[in-house]
């Protein structure tokens, strides 16, 4: 009887609280047929949606599908990866709608919401799968509601800290989304040791279609991930850069995962696991720089790299840190989001700090880094000092927030 | 033999029916180009297209990957459901396009299509799928191609009645589609039932891989109901205004449902059936008034009810309706369709019957109403009034149709 | 050793020749915020990303789900087809933005990429999915990668006889990636000829869930098809036009296959593999000409058409093309792509012969075959040869093309 409690109680506190704080924003109100005519709008194509729906659905379904089906490789896991999963992400975005809200849509005492906060919601509640992810099969469902709602909240004071008080670009999310996440995921995971957890993996017999439920999650990541380092860029170029960067970085990251996976078994023969997971390493490791003037080689770079390390973590590092370090990480997230996030953390001050006026343009370059107001006289290499700082924070933020939380 | 010569005969009618009244659009046509200098448009993107086709091509998933894959719970008509779905659906849309281009693009002896009518026609399909949802394992393809032949004819009419003579909004067709739809469907189960219809979902052992696939249907349509929701609300705010509702009320529809779920299921255990099928119910209750200013706390509320109306239903009304009414059905489409659509209907009439130019603004007012030329005077409360009537015209056009063509 | 070092040093060279070569389009590029100024663009809406990006992620979905999981109907394969395919894909779209690129977007020694260049790469690589389809089974992975290497060269030559030099229109492929690709497969196939080749498909027992899985790969293709065909296609009515053209084409296709798929079995069920795939042909029969005012009943004329010649292919041809001209073609891609392949070429032909200003509307005439600049005197009985030489060219190449490389 305790969860449908939680649930249902926690469900009228939304309400509540919705209630309460909660209006359209100004593009989503029908006072925007009035607005339109103040702001000299002469098509209705100006209006937010158009820019981003697309963008939103791709990342919705790379929540619920992607990181649900992902995490099915583990066959006794396999429904309850999708229903937890499904549960977890539900109510989620509701508090993270509210949380990210009161930090950044607050106005008149109200949140305003529009598309852009439902893609923010999403990834919020993206982070929080990543951390599910290490500690699958470990939890109740209690606990995993009790963990969203907290690690929603450090989240949310997280992205708080980096965009607004340290002016740090990060649109993809490899430090708010995937370094925090995981680190978080992992910290729980430790506090939550348990010396005789059952090798589902190892002890399953034939788990044939389990990977291909897997591999439908890995490919909708693949395939949809320059949506989500697009999703929330600026308006016009940078979200075009931002998807063709991560397009590329993704295309260099399968070849060297594929190398690397034969290379390191001993008959040569593909590992599974890594192809559906360190194949998507590179769409976490250009989260940051994406929508920067990376260039296609730049990302091919990074992916070319992010994938050699996830891989080798695969092989190398998992068994290491569950024998020593005594950090039971089920699917890995070390791998595919802790290092390629900070890798793609680095990358991000790397080429914030490189940045000059001559690659940029004059007014792309203080469009690219919003250098106005308070910032204008920011120059590229502080704040590429600022993304390093960023990155920081979120390591901390996420183990004292799981030390906590576990 | 029969079946193959339905399909042809069927299929030679549709292009001469197409030869003689379908034309493309002036959106469509390659004339635009000097439409564009007559309408004073500046720029390719006031083409409908941009404003309506990412939506299709969600609602076309939705109605063939969702439907579709949905059905597939019962192990044994895995394959027949998609298969069966796959061809009705073919079929519907095309008349479909003719039905309501009849009522509704209808220019000069020519009906003009452009992609809101491929939008209406997915919709029009969409209300077959869920009446072959009740009547799943019953009928044979022949069976199906006439049932649906006669079921878009008559949905066609009710469409007209409800949008154009009694002027009610019904944007994402809590109405139009889902009460007509699953009344429709369970009145033909009702007159085909059968005694000793084999229980195949009990019979069967494990369904697991079948409910993973049926999940995979459950999340495409949760993911996509917003789509579905704003796809041919008008261009600007309210697209974006019925993506939110929807997206709101489907969350707070998840933790509602696995509340009762588990809370009426003797070991506490979630039941399958309703995950996937009750967390939709969301979406079906805001689809007339998620267009409207609903609110994001309102859509929680009405998310919040039809969860568990829904998973209730499950558990309490579909044996009954089975043991005492004789109608089986199938998919339990009246707890997903039937009720959330009724309650659709009549948040929808309040929602409307509430509107004020306060909340709405003088303009946006009456664009959210179209409250122009002869419909000038409406008031919002005889608005409302004639949203109700809409509800009780679906309902008998449901009802006598159903009887009909059962 | 050898694949994985084949994998990293081709990454390699794509690095280096990224390097030397790609950078960003003006549209992606961050200047572009002043040329914004130069163009008198008023609206970020005007960058390409907007009105292509949507279709470029369902092409990217066809890509990697569609032909992946399509080619799982083979069980002994499931893995291995989903896997090569994505190998082969991530590899063949960085070598074809090359190709692609010093042939249609190369400026001052540097090629520019937009959206439209991903798309495209996505095309390219569409074919040597479609050949590898006729191979699948018989190659290693490296093997693959060659071809791949090959098959995106020649493509892009092809490409560029069609396209640049006999200005031809294709949009949809139909001539370009269907029929160039499904030859040149056939012809490798024909030279890889082994006698003994296990026939997996009838030797495996149960091949349910396969067939699901395939299942699910037709229907993306399927519902994706209309953004497929509309994807390159001009701003405006002319994605509008491809879409609908598509939408119906393919509809009517599923109608025919199911009839003669039934017919031509010998208890009037109904054969999977033919739903799978020849449900399919109506979307590569309007490639070519979906972009023209072919008109919806056309569209159902070449859907109806395609959709039996595809099935009597399946049921009568492949077991001929097998045992007399040892052309094993495993997954049927002379049903699939080569015929309507053809088709599409002629109806192309046929449609665009046929233009006249009074149906296109003067402008309209000239921006749908670019008849300016040098083309201005063109007529559309010669741009009906000039299509028609495109077909054959298309053939020629993959004949030759497929020889060598086999």
Not at 120 to 144: E, H, M, R, W, Y
Not at 234 to 262: E, K, P, W
Request: hydrophobic share 50%; net charge negative; proline share 2%.
């Amino acid at each position: 009887w305790r969860r449908p409690l939680v649930c249902l109680l926690w469900e009228v506190a939304m309400i509540v609280l919705f209630g309460v704080f909660v209006r359209f924003g100004p593009e989503a109100d029908a006072h925007w047929e009035e607005e339109k005519h103040d702001m000299n709008l002469t098509s209705d194509m100006e209006n937010d949606f158009y820019f981003r729906y697309p963008s939103f659905q791709d990342v919705h379904v790379m929540i619920f599908v992607g990181f649900g089906f992902l995490m099915m490789f583990l066959k006794r896991y396999g429904f309850g990866a999708v229903g937890f999963n499904f549960l977890l992400a539900a109510f989620g975005i509701q508090w993270a709608l509210l949380m990210q809200g009161w930090f950044h849509s607050f106005k008149n005492g109200k949140i305003l919401v529009g598309v852009e906060n439902l893609i923010n919601a999403d990834f919020c509640v993206g982070s929080v799968c990543i951390a599910f992810g290490a500690i699958l099969g470990k939890t109740s469902p209690i606990q995993l509601l009790v963990m969203t709602l907290f690690q929603v909240t450090l989240f949310a004071v997280n992205e708080y800290i980096l965009l607004n008080l340290l002016h740090v670009k990060d649109a993809g999310g490899s430090m708010t989304i995937h370094t925090f996440g995981a680190y978080f995921g992992l910290t729980v995971t430790r506090i939550l040791y348990r010396p005789n957890l059952e090798q589902s993996k190892d002890k399953q017999g034939s788990v044939y279609h389990s990977d291909l439920f897997a591999m439908i999650g890995t490919l909708y990541l693949w395939m949809y991930w320059p949506s989500f380092n697009s999703a929330i860029s600026d308006h016009g170029d940078a979200q075009h850069r931002a998807a063709i960067n991560t397009y590329c970085s993704l295309a260099a990251c399968v070849l060297t995962t594929m190398a690397f996976s034969s290379m390191l078994q001993k008959k040569g023969k593909l590992d599974m696991v890594h192809i559906q997971n360190a194949t998507l390493a590179g769409g976490v490791a250009v989260g940051t720089s994406a929508e920067m003037m990376l260039t296609p080689y730049g990302s091919l770079i990074v992916g070319f790299i992010s994938g050699i390390v996830s891989t080798v973590g695969y092989v190398y590092l998992t068994p290491f840190l569950e024998s020593r370090l005594h950090i039971q990480d089920t699917c890995g997230i070390h791998n595919l989001h802790a290092m390629p996030g900070l890798i793609g953390g680095i990358v991000g001050a790397i080429t914030a700090a490189a940045a000059t006026e001559d690659v940029y343009g004059k007014e792309g370059f203080i469009k690219a880094f919003d250098f106005t107001g308070m910032y204008q006289t920011r120059t590229p290499s502080i704040q590429g000092g600022f993304q390093a700082a960023g990155i920081v924070v979120s390591l901390l933020m996420a183990l004292v927030g799981g030390a906590l939380v576990g």
